[in-house]
DNA sequence: CTGAAAGCGCTTACAG
DNA sequence: CTGAAAGCGCTTACAG
């Protein structure tokens, strides 16, 4: 025992599995085989350390654990926004899914930065996470690097891999955008706009559906495309919404890139009497809790971001754990919200 | 050097502050003050070092270093959901207000149980943390005796705490629940209905704030107030606004407590042609984006979210790094915003 | 300004 | 089923 009779000279001062153990009358090392893995020890000796645990108000130290295993059971997720509620829900969906008291979440809020990001991994790579949780596809050389060096599961959320190896969890971005704007054709529509903002990787290949769409039905038009790096408010879909009404007043529908511009944007009709969908249909992208509800209803992709969130981290921790997953690349796919916007 | 011919046996395999030392020429001791505490050491030592680091890739291992210091340098924060955008906007501040690199942080979701608050607790409190913001005022024994037990500074974030030597940050929800109904009294509403979810503490205190009102304008009425347990939604708005209508036809004014519900009610009326503010008016709490925005403009309370969690982090790490901070209840205020829903 | 050495609190191959 | 002992990778009073 470490005590010198003025206490502690170092250390947290909490009761120790070395205590724990001595109170129970076992070696230390039982005592930790008592507590994490129980089936290798006799039923007498898990209760004798069980009831010191009790006893004593044991509570592990992680650090040490961490250190001696060299497993960590930490992992990581990076979102590029604590902001957006899509983000937020696939949290909520990685916090669900994480056997808490097992492992435990390092959130990490990029902005929409590599340079955050890469800051941001740096950093959580010192606690030797046991997998990582990323936003996207695309990222930067040095982030490639560092997880490449690292070896450790990485998961790619939101939108799937191109490499079925590759593990990500999400649908096509893609095919979300050409299918709403399949919708409005469909519907009669031909000068639909497209407008995006954020501009992230998400946003350009919803871009890039809608165009390959228009492409098909002979009606692109790059003066079709209103596209700005700003983030996505309901005060900018209602902006854009004035400014495409102004510059495009041929235009019959707008397919926004998210439901935070396209209810600005529909706001913005209301207070000015622009009928929707007679005068000019509208579309987002998510379907947000609002979107149903406003008038008129938001025609809209319904998106698995909590699913996302929860599928990811359980796939992750499949391969943490050895297990081999079904499948590398889950496809959580999207559903066409029809309703009385469009 | 612990590596056998074969490699290391355990570990993590990666370059240790010991390599690092022995590649600069200097000892491990002086190594771990080169990085962690410059100022004690001549520049051309601190220069190999640092190069040293850079050449071998040298990543520092958070969990030695918590071990050997008895420092986590992790903060914890809890909140009760990670679906609804206050708490949310609360993480986000707390992430922005925590010097990454030096603190990490542990985010738990307690879903409004007292019971997986403490859980989640008991298993945070495994990492040591050097300290811990909770959402609202009251928690279970349990959760007060862990606390207690464990010495670390805790900060209570959304409400104030009674007594001032408590660390809380947040604004008086009774005084906010007060102000509104106050509004809504000064515009001549007479029959003022309080619709209340979740029943959380904060629900609760705007609740009473709404009552002392209504009591000291001679109105109180307990047949005014409508309370459920379910979770706030912008559909169970509409429900309750369907509700309220119906079982008092007379009612003039309608506060709920927080803006989804409020939104939910304002696209039923809408829906049903009940004109807002004419046929009833109606508040919301906590000012959402939307707001601002839909038809007509809900009239509410401005929530500082963001900064409680900016300004909560920011105190705890000050009473952490044992700075005395100018006041430990820190009262961010609320603002009324009037607008044409009422 | 720099170093030798102990120690933080666990886990784990290896024996028995 | 149980134990002795080394080791994980850092930090830190104490000297010099």
């Known amino acids: 025992m470490s005590r010198s ?11 120790t599995l070395e205590e724990v153990a001595a109170h129970a009358g076992v070696s230390t090392m039982t005592a930790s085989r008592a507590l994490s893995q129980p089936q290798l020890v006799s039923d007498a000796t898990r209760t004798k350390v069980e009831l010191a645990v009790v006893e004593l108000g044991y509570v592990p130290n992680r650090a040490a654990r961490a250190l001696a295993s060299a497993q960590s059971r930490v992992i990581v997720a990076l979102v590029p926004s604590l902001s957006n509620v899509v983000f937020t829900a ?16 390092l959130i990490g809020n990029t902005r929409y ?9 740096r950093t959580y790579l010192q606690s030797n996470p046991d997998g990582i949780l990323l936003s996207g596809l695309t990222h930067s050389e040095q982030v490639e690097r560092m997880l490449a060096g690292s070896r450790m599961p990485v998961v790619s959320m939101m939108d799937l891999a191109d490499d079925p190896t590759e593990l990500s969890v999400g649908f096509s971005q893609h095919d979300a955008g050409h299918a709403i704007t399949r919708h409005l054709l469909d519907r009669g529509y031909r000068r639909i706009v497209f407008v995006g903002a954020q501009l992230d990787e998400r946003t350009l290949r919803r871009a890039d559906g809608y165009r390959q769409a228009m492409q098909a039905a002979g009606l ?15 005060a900018l879909g209602a902006e854009l919404m004035r400014e495409a009404l102004e510059t495009l007043p041929d235009c019959d529908a707008v ?18 009497d622009i009928r929707v969908p007679q005068d000019v249909a509208i579309a987002g992208f998510n379907d947000l809790p609002a979107s149903a509800w406003m008038v008129p209803s938001l025609t809209t992709i319904d998106t698995p971001r909590y699913r996302i969130g929860y599928e990811a981290a359980s796939l992750l921790l499949d391969v943490i754990g050895g297990r081999e997953p079904r499948e590398r690349r889950i496809d959580l796919g999207f559903t066409l919200r029809e309703r009385e916007s469009t």
């Open 220 to 234: 692109a038009d790059p003066r079709l495309e209103i596209m700005v790096p700003a983030p996505s408010t309901i």
């Open 5 to 15: 009779s003025t206490g502690k000279v170092r250390g947290t001062g909490r009761t």
């Open 113 to 121: 930065s590599d340079a955050e990001e890469e800051k941001l991994l």
């Open 90 to 105: 696939v949290l909520d969906g990685i916090h669900d899914a994480i056997e808490h008291g097992q492992y435990q979440l």
């Open 255 to 272: 397919f926004f890139c998210n439901d935070d511009l396209a209810h600005g944007a529909i706001y913005y009709c209301q207070r000015h």
